[in-house]
C-alpha cells in the first residue's frame, strides 16, 4: 500500500474514531414531554385523618404524579370493594350498570379524570357499541367504580395533576 493510501486511510479512521468520540460526548437530545392523559393506578381508599373525609389515592404510571379525590361514603364502599376483590352479596350500583352494558352488548373502554374546576373533579367513560364509540359525562369516584370493575384504564388529563395532584414521592417518602 502505498504512503499516500496508508495516510488517507489513517486520516479516514481518526476522522471516524473522532465522530464516534464526539456523538457519545454529547448529551442526547431531550426526550420532548410525553403530553395527554396518564393512565393511573388506583392505589387505595383511604380516610383524610384530618377531614374523616374517605379519599381515593390515584398514581400516574407515567411520571408517579399523585392525586387524591375526596369522596362521599357509598362512592368509597364501591370503589373499595372491587379493589380489594370483595363480592358483596347483592350487586352495587355499579355492578347493575355493567351487568345491563353487558346485555345492552355495551363495552366500556376507559374511564377520563378530564378536569378539576372550582374544586370539582369531572370525568368521562368512554364506551363502544358495535362501531360506534358512547362518551357519557360521569362522576369521576363511579368511573372509577365502574373501569375496576371492567377491568380498563382509569386515565387523568395531565391538567387535573397539575392543578390538584402532588408531585411523585421521593425515595424517602415510600
Same mark, same amino acid.
Given at each position: ?12 479512521? %481518526? ?9 457519545? /460526548?454529547? @448529551? /442526547? ?7 395527554g392523559? &396518564?393512565?393511573?393506578e ?6 383524610? &385523618?384530618?377531614?374523616? &373525609? ?6 400516574? +404510571?407515567?411520571? +408517579?404524579?399523585?392525586? =387524591?379525590?375526596? %369522596?362521599?361514603? =357509598?362512592? =368509597? ?14 350487586? #352495587?350500583?355499579?355492578?347493575? *350498570? ?8 355495551v ?12 374544586d ?17 359525562? @360521569?362522576?369521576?369516584? /363511579? $368511573? %372509577?367504580? #365502574?373501569?375496576?370493575? @371492567? ?9 387535573? *395533576? ?5 408531585? $411523585?414521592?421521593?425515595? &424517602?417518602?415510600?
Amino acid at each position: 500500500m502505498s504512503t499516500r493510501r496508508r495516510i488517507g486511510l489513517s486520516a479516514l479512521v %481518526i476522522l471516524a474514531l473522532a465522530g464516534a468520540a464526539e456523538t457519545r /460526548d454529547r @448529551a /442526547d437530545p431531550p426526550t420532548p414531554k410525553a403530553t395527554g392523559p &396518564q393512565e393511573v393506578e388506583v392505589m387505595a381508599v383511604l380516610i383524610d &385523618q384530618r377531614t374523616q &373525609q374517605p379519599t381515593v389515592l390515584l398514581q400516574g +404510571k407515567r411520571d +408517579k404524579r399523585r392525586l =387524591a379525590m375526596a %369522596i362521599g361514603h =357509598a362512592e =368509597a364502599t364501591g370503589i373499595a370493594f372491587p379493589l380489594n376483590g370483595v363480592t358483596p352479596p347483592r350487586p #352495587l350500583t355499579h355492578d347493575l *350498570f355493567l351487568t345491563l352494558f353487558g346485555r345492552l352488548k355495551v363495552t366500556l373502554t376507559r374511564a377520563v379524570i378530564t378536569d378539576l374546576r372550582d374544586d370539582i373533579y369531572y370525568a368521562t367513560v368512554y364506551l363502544t357499541s358495535g362501531s360506534a364509540e358512547l362518551t357519557l359525562d @360521569a362522576r369521576p369516584s /363511579d $368511573a %372509577i367504580a #365502574l373501569a375496576i370493575r @371492567a377491568k380498563v384504564p382509569v386515565l387523568v388529563e395531565d391538567r387535573v *395533576f397539575d392543578k390538584g395532584g402532588s408531585p $411523585a414521592p421521593s425515595r &424517602q417518602q415510600i
